[in-house]
C-alpha cells in the first residue's frame, strides 16, 4: 500500500491570505516608525547646527536659532514635575496605604482615569480660561506649567501605584511591627523602594510634556527670547514662552519647513533618548527586584 | 533603682502622632486634587461653551450647516464639524484597527521570539512621537499626494472646490496611523492574556495554526480588543495638531476630498484670532467634545468592569 | 477487591479475544528529548486496533510525554527532538511531509481539565468538522447530534445547544470535549488523565463511555489510577522514568506481572 494518507498537501486559500495580510500589517508598522524617523533625520539633521542650538531666531543676522525654545521647553519641564511630582506621589500613597476600599477610592480613582483620557486641547482650554482669564496669568509659561501639571498627573500617580504595589508586604509589616509610625516607614521604606518605578514615571511624564503642543498653544503661548540676566531668567515664568513643539507648529504654518524639519529632529532624538532611559530604569528595576526576592 | 521614663502607649499623648495625623490629611488633600481637577474642568467647559448656546440658539448652534462666524451675517453651525469629527475618526478606526490588531496577533503569536523583541519597541517609539511631528509629515507628504489625486480625479470638475491636498482621507489616514500603537499594544495583551489552554486544545482537533488565531484566539480575546478599539475611538476625536493643517480649512460636509474641519481643528485653527460670539462658540465646540470624551471614558469604565468579571 | 474486579472484566473480554486485533499504532525504538532531558527511552509497543490501552506509571514517568508524541502535540514545545520509528497503520507519523492537521483529525485528544472554547455546546461540538471545511448546516446538525449521543450527554443538553458550553459542570464539560474529539471521526482516542479532575459519578460515567467507544474506536488512556486501568483496559503499558518496562494483556499485567518493578509499583510499594 503505497497512499500515504498522512501527507496528502491540504493548501487553503484562507489561511495563505490571512498569513499574508498578518505580515503585511505588522509590516506596515514598521515601515511607518522607520519611514517617519528616517524622513525626519534625512531633511532635518543639517539644520541642527551649533547656532541652531544655542542662539535665537534673529532677522538681522539672518539666523534661525531655537535657544529660547529649548530652555521654555526646560523650564515648563521643571516647573511642571515640581507642581505634579509631589500631589501625584501623594494621590497613589493614599490610595495604596491609606485609603480603605469604598465608594471614595472608586471615585478618586475614575477621576484619575477620566484625567488620563481627556484630550490635551480640553486641558489647553481649560487652562486659558481658568489660568489665563480667571486668574489673570495671561499667556505665560507658569500658565503651561500648571495646565500641564494636572494633564500629567494621572502619570506620575499610575506608574507610583504600580510601585507601590511591587514592594512586598513584608517590608510594610516589618516595619510597623518594630514601632514605626506609618509616615516614617512610608518615607524611609516604601519610597526609596518605590523610587525605580516613581523615576520612570517622571521619565515618562518628560516624554509627554516634551511632546505636547495642544494644551500650550492658547496658555504659554509662542514667545521665543532668551532671557538675557538671571533677573529675566526668574521672569520668565510669568512671561509667554512658546516650548519646541510650539515653534515647529508656528514654522510649519509660515512654510519654513526646514527650521521645522531641525526642530523635529531635535524632538525625536530627545523622544529616544527617553525611551532607552525608561528601558534602562525598567531592567534595573526587574534586577532590583529579582536580586531582592532570591536573597529572601 | 533608676525609673525609666515612660513612654505612653497613648496614642494622643504621643507628638509623633501630630506628624502623622498631619501626614495623612495632606496625602488624602493629594488624592482629592484629582477630583477637584476634574470637577473644575467641567464646570468651566459648561460655563464657558453655554452661553453661545443660549444666544444662538442650540438648534441654530448644533444642527445648522452654515458655519461664517465672521461676516456681516454671522451663522454659527457646527452640524458638519461634529459630522466629520464621527465620520473621520469613525474611517481611521476602520483603518487602523485591522492593522493595529493584525499586527498584535504578529507580535502575540506568529512572530519567532527575536522578531518580535525588535518590533515591539518600534512601536513604544512610534506611541512618543509628537503629534506636531506627525502633521508636519501629514502637510509634505501626504497632502502633495492628495493633490495629485484629486486632480486626476476631478479633472475638468466645475463643482469641485480644489483644496491644494487638505481634506478628509488626509486626515483620516493620520489619525489611523497615530491609533496604531495604542490598538495594537492593548491587543496584544489581551491576546497574551487568554487561558493557555485555547490553543492546544485547537491544534489537537486538527486546526491549523491560522484557524486557531481567528476562530478562537481572537474571539477569546474580543473584550480586551474592543478596549483598545474604546481608546483608540478617545485617542482619535481628540486630535488636533497633527490633522489641523492636512484636513483643511473650511467647513464642508465630511466627504474624503473635501476641506474639513474636525471639532478639534475648528478651535485650534480659530481660536488664535476669533472674538466675542465666535469665541464662544469655538467654547462651545469644545464643550461638544468634551461630552463626546465623557461619553466615550462612560462606555470605557464600563467595558473595564465588565471585562474584568468575564474572567472570573 | 482488584483481583475479583479484574477476573470479571477479563471474563468479558474473553469475547472480543476471540478476534485477532491488527495494530494501530506501532512505537519502535522511540526516543524524545526536550532539549539536554531525554524523557522517552526506546519505547517499543504497539497500540491494537479498537482496544483500550492504559498507560499507568508514576508521575513524571513519561506516559502523558508519550501520549502527546502519539498526535504531535509535543511538536509545540520548542527545543523537543525526537529519534526512532511511530507508525500510524504503518505510516511514518514524523515524516517530514505529514500534515498534522491530517494526523490530528485521525488522532483525537481529550485532556486531564475540561476544557471547552468559550462558546456555545453546539459551536464546541461544530469546531472540528468547520475547521475541516463542512459548512452545510444540515450535515453540522446530524454530526453534532451524533457525537453528543455518542458521547453520552445529548439528553442533558439538548435543550441548552446554545448556552455557553461554560455554564455546564466539570463532568459534563469533560463529556462534551470528547464529543468535541467524537465530531471529527477520529480512528484513535488518546485520553490525559481524563478522570483526574472529576468526581466519582462523573469518572464512572465517562469509564463507561470508554467502554462503549472500544467498538468503533482504538483508545488509548493515560491514568495514575490503577483500578481505573484494571477496570477499562485491555492491554496496559508501565511506564518508569521514561522507560517502558512492562507491556501486555492487562490482567496479565496485574495478576502475573513479570517485572519486580510493576509488581512494585502495583502493590502500591511506591508510586
Known sequence: MNEFVLRKKKIRMSDIILTLTIYMSALTTVVLLLGIMGYVFAKGIFVITPTFLTTVTSSLHKTVGIAGNIVNTLYIIVLTLLMATPIGIGCAIYLSEYAKPGKLVSIIEFTTETLAGIPSIIFGLFGMVFFGNTLKMGYSLMTGALTLSIMILPIITRNTQEALKTVPTSYRSGAIGIGATKWYMIQTILLPSAMPGIVTGIILAIGRIVGESAALLFTAGSGFLLPASVEEFVGKVGESGGTLTIQLYLSMSKAQYDVAFGIAAVLLVIVLGINLLTKCISKRLDVNYTSKRRKG | MKEKKKTSINKHSNSKSVIEKTAQRIFMLCAFFGVLAVASITVYMIISGAPALMKVGVGDVLFGHLW??????????????????????????????????????????????????????????????????????????????????????????????????????????????????????ISESSIRAIPEYLKPSSLALGATRIQTIFRVMIPAAKSGIITAIVLGVGRAIGEAMAISLVSGSSVNAPLPFNSVRFLTTAIVSEMGYATDLHRQVLFTIGLILFAFIMIINLILSKLLKSGGADHE | ?????????????????????????????????????????????????????????????????????????????????VEGSLTLDGEDIYHKDVEETILRKKIGMVFQQPNPFPMSIYDNVAYGPRIHGIKNRVVLDEIVEKSLIKAAIFDEVKDRMKKSALSLSGGQQQRLCIARALAVEPEVILMDEPTSALDPISTLKIEELMDELRDQYSVVVVTHNMQQAARVSDDTAFFLLGELIEFGATEDVFSRPREKKTEDYITGRFG
Open chain 3, 1 to 81: 477487591m482488584l483481583i475479583i474486579q479484574v477476573r470479571e472484566e477479563r471474563d468479558r473480554r474473553m469475547e472480543h479475544k476471540k478476534v485477532a486485533s491488527k495494530i494501530k499504532l506501532s512505537a519502535k525504538d522511540w526516543n524524545l528529548y526536550y532539549g539536554d532531558n531525554h524523557a522517552l527511552k526506546n519505547i517499543t509497543m504497539d497500540i491494537k486496533e479498537r482496544k483500550v490501552t492504559a498507560l499507568i506509571g508514576p508521575s513524571g514517568c513519561g506516559k502523558s510525554t508519550f501520549l502527546k508524541s502519539i498526535n504531535r502535540m509535543t511538536d509545540l514545545i520548542p527545543s523537543v527532538r
Open chain 2, 68 to 185: 461664517k462666524p465672521t461676516g456681516k451675517d454671522p451663522s454659527f453651525g457646527i452640524l458638519y464639524v461634529i459630522l466629520t469629527s464621527i465620520i473621520g475618526t469613525g474611517l481611521a478606526i476602520l483603518i487602523g484597527v485591522p492593522i493595529g490588531v493584525l499586527t498584535a496577533v504578529f507580535l502575540a503569536e506568529v512572530a519567532p521570539k527575536k522578531l518580535a523583541s525588535v518590533v515591539r519597541p518600534a512601536i513604544e517609539l512610534l506611541a512618543g512621537i509628537p503629534s506636531v511631528i506627525y502633521g508636519l509629515l501629514g502637510l509634505l507628504i501626504i497632502n502633495p499626494w492628495m493633490y495629485k489625486i484629486e486632480l486626476k480625479l476631478f479633472q475638468g470638475s466645475e463643482t469641485h472646490q480644489f483644496t491644494g491636498g487638505s481634506n478628509l482621507i488626509g486626515a483620516v489616514i493620520v489619525l489611523a496611523i497615530m491609533i496604531l500603537p495604542t490598538v495594537i499594544s
